[in-house]
């Protein structure tokens, strides 16, 4: 295969959130070269480096994100252990670490910057400061709330912010979720129409978002390795090359 890859999507489905490809006049997709791997080939050649060697006794072959849990282990992006606990909803701060280590982003300190909620005993403080300093977590008043389940709007607004993704001039009619407004959900329908335009994300089978429900740790997979195939990175594309 060749060594960098544009991807659309891996043809992962989402139980809930159902992640597929789409195309737009306002897609920000990166061009797919005519010499690059199909998802399915794609899919093939995750599930044919993972099935035996995924260290999480609760991962399965047939389960709907073990190749995006796969590709997640396989550029060290998560640790390995017994078990993944795919159905554990996950905190801001372990999707941020996900995201940020998925995306090749090392964490460091940064002078001047800080936390009411957070000190430099936490874990992921490092994390949550470039997050900070980048301007793709930024907190509420000083509160970055590092334990608080991370939502399904805030993990999109986050993604988006990472990648310099803006939507103008949009209202109520480009929304393609019955469930976002645009005026009490300003803060994140433009995400939301970016990310279904990408095909980042699609949404529920009644055609709702539900911004404000928390996601699973198998949907905090699948979504960063969508996001990865959208906009590839060396660490990403490394693990298909010759």
């Given at each position: 295969?060749?060594?960098?890859?544009?991807?659309?999507?891996?043809?992962?489905?989402?139980?809930?959130?159902?992640?597929?490809?789409?195309?737009?006049?306002?897609?920000?997709?990166?061009?797919?070269?005519?010499?690059?791997?199909?998802?399915?080939?794609?899919?093939?050649?995750?599930?044919?480096?993972?099935?035996?060697?995924?260290?999480?006794?609760?991962?399965?072959?047939?389960?709907?994100?073990?190749?995006?849990?796969?590709?997640?282990?396989?550029?060290?992006?998560?640790?390995?252990?017994?078990?993944?606990?795919?159905?554990?909803?996950?905190?801001?701060?372990?999707f941020l670490k996900l995201l940020m280590e998925s995306e090749g982003i090392e964490p460091r300190h940064i002078s001047g910057?800080?936390?009411?909620?957070?000190?430099?005993?936490?874990?992921?403080?490092?994390?949550?400061?470039?997050?900070?300093?980048?301007?793709?977590?930024?907190?509420?008043?000083?509160?970055?709330?590092?334990?608080?389940?991370?939502?399904?709007?805030?993990?999109?607004?986050?993604?988006?912010?990472?990648?310099?993704?803006?939507?103008?001039?949009?209202?109520?009619?480009?929304?393609?979720?019955?469930?976002?407004?645009?005026?009490?959900?300003?803060?994140?329908?433009?995400?939301?129409?970016?990310?279904?335009?990408?095909?980042?994300?699609?949404?529920?089978?009644?055609?709702?978002?539900?911004?404000?429900?928390?996601?699973?740790?198998?949907?905090?997979?699948?979504?960063?390795?969508?996001?990865?195939?959208?906009?590839?990175?060396?660490?990403?594309?490394?693990?298909?090359?010759?």
């Amino acid at each position: 295969m060749k060594r960098f890859l544009t991807f659309i999507a891996l043809g992962l489905m989402l139980t809930t959130s159902l992640l597929t490809p789409l195309t737009s006049a306002h897609s920000s997709k990166v061009p797919v070269d005519p010499g690059t791997p199909t998802p399915e080939e794609v899919n093939e050649y995750l599930t044919n480096k993972c099935n035996d060697h995924l260290p999480f006794r609760d991962v399965d072959k047939d389960d709907w994100y073990q190749n995006a849990v796969c590709n997640l282990y396989r550029i060290n992006a998560i640790d390995k252990a017994d078990y993944y606990y795919p159905n554990h909803y996950m905190t801001r701060m372990e999707f941020l670490k996900l995201l940020m280590e998925s995306e090749g982003i090392e964490p460091r300190h940064i002078s001047g910057l800080g936390f009411k909620d957070m000190n430099s005993s936490h874990w992921a403080y490092q994390y949550a400061l470039v997050a900070l300093d980048m301007e793709i977590m930024v907190g509420w008043d000083g509160f970055i709330r590092p334990n608080d389940y991370i939502t399904r709007a805030e993990a999109l607004v986050t993604m988006e912010r990472l990648h310099n993704q803006e939507r103008w001039g949009w209202d109520q009619s480009d929304i393609p979720f019955w469930d976002v407004d645009a005026k009490n959900d300003a803060w994140y329908a433009w995400a939301a129409i970016l990310g279904y335009e990408q095909g980042l994300i699609k949404g529920y089978e009644d055609g709702s978002f539900r911004g404000e429900n928390a996601i699973t740790r198998a949907e905090g997979a699948e979504v960063t390795t969508i996001s990865a195939q959208i906009w590839p990175n060396r660490r990403y594309t490394a693990q298909f090359a010759n």
